[in-house]
């Protein structure tokens, strides 16, 4: 016992330990790929909204960075939620039932929960983290528990607060709170800060479907395995996308074995949109689809230019 406690002194005092924490990422995920940020610490004071790149990749009063991932089903099979630095765990809260808040029962069910089920982590010289919106049972750390930064505290999850599965991370100096982004003080690890540089519009699911997809289909994944066949009764090229603002356009383009099949340019988008769902496609043509290979390519143009793009390729059976 004495030795953890000399240990968690070493953490929180002396003065060579007065920098900062170099933070990690808290996801074990691949960003760009399997994971993004949603959601920027909020910088206006007042009902404006104004995250650290001066965009809107924000809502009022959020205190916290959200880093999100492509779907529900990833959720189910499991992604871990990792410490960002050192610490001790100060307090979790593992009991909150994973949901969607859709209905008004929903939001008072979360009301006093928003974080869900969490973990908080005491760090060296006032520093804190704390984690929330945690798969219900997944936390694995218990309260006065050392972790090293990189350890699993548990799974990403639907609880509290959230209408996608995500973790929130709020940073906090001397219980106040910290934007990790700040770019006079960038907390976050070296090899971290290019891939998140500010970049809030990304396009974050792209695929093939044999009809029009919505929403949750994308998030339950319901066309992950569909595969261009001679007899699809339609080719769907499909794609979501995240913080898109005025005036950005979307542009779909479906290529099969002869060419290109549709490209589809949307009209500008009249407002901000924190996320959207597009789609276009063919219905089988007469004498069915050619065997072979069909891509399908998303874009999003701002002012012209193609500010993100991903592209799906498969091949008929």
């Known amino acids: 016992m004495v030795n953890r406690f000399f240990i968690f002194l070493s953490l929180i005092a002396g003065p060579a330990l007065a ?13 760009g790929e399997t994971c993004f940020v949603q959601q920027y610490m909020d910088l206006d004071e007042t009902k404006g909204l104004r995250d650290f790149g001066g965009g809107k990749a924000t809502y009022d009063g959020h205190k916290g960075t959200d880093f999100r991932i492509t779907s529900r089903v990833a959720m189910r099979h499991g992604i871990n939620v990792l410490a960002s630095a050192s610490g001790w765990v100060e307090a979790t809260r593992n009991s909150v ?9 929903d939001f008072a069910e979360a009301k006093g929960k928003e974080c869900g089920n969490g973990v908080l982590l005491v760090h060296r010289d006032g520093w804190k983290t704390q984690y929330c919106h945690l798969k219900q049972g997944s936390i694995i750390v218990k309260p006065g528990q050392m972790v090293q930064k990189g350890d699993a505290l548990g799974q990403v999850g639907l609880s509290g607060k959230t209408q996608f599965p995500h973790v929130h991370i709020t940073v906090f100096k001397d219980d106040k709170n910290i934007d990790p982004f700040e770019p006079e003080n960038n907390l976050w690890d070296d090899d971290l800060r290019a891939g998140l540089a500010y970049q809030p519009t990304r396009l974050i699911n792209v695929g093939f479907a044999d009809a029009g997809v919505n929403m949750a289909e994308v998030a339950l994944e319901k066309f992950a395995d569909f595969r261009p066949s001679h007899t699809s009764p339609a080719l769907v090229v499909y794609m979501r996308a995240i913080n898109l603002v005025k005036g950005d356009q979307i542009r779909l383009t479906l290529t099969g074995p002869n060419g290109q099949i549709i490209s589809k340019t949307y009209d500008p988008e009249a407002s901000q949109k924190a996320v959207q769902i597009y789609f276009a496609g063919k219905k089988l043509p007469a004498g069915g689809w050619p065997d072979g290979e069909y891509t399908g390519l998303a874009e999003v143009l701002r002012d012209g230019a193609v500010v993100d793009t991903k592209t799906v390729r498969k091949a008929t059976p």
């Open 97 to 105: 039932v994973d949901r969607l808040l859709q209905t008004d029962y």
């Open 19 to 31: 920098e900062p924490p170099a933070l990690g990422l808290p996801l074990e995920c691949t960003l």
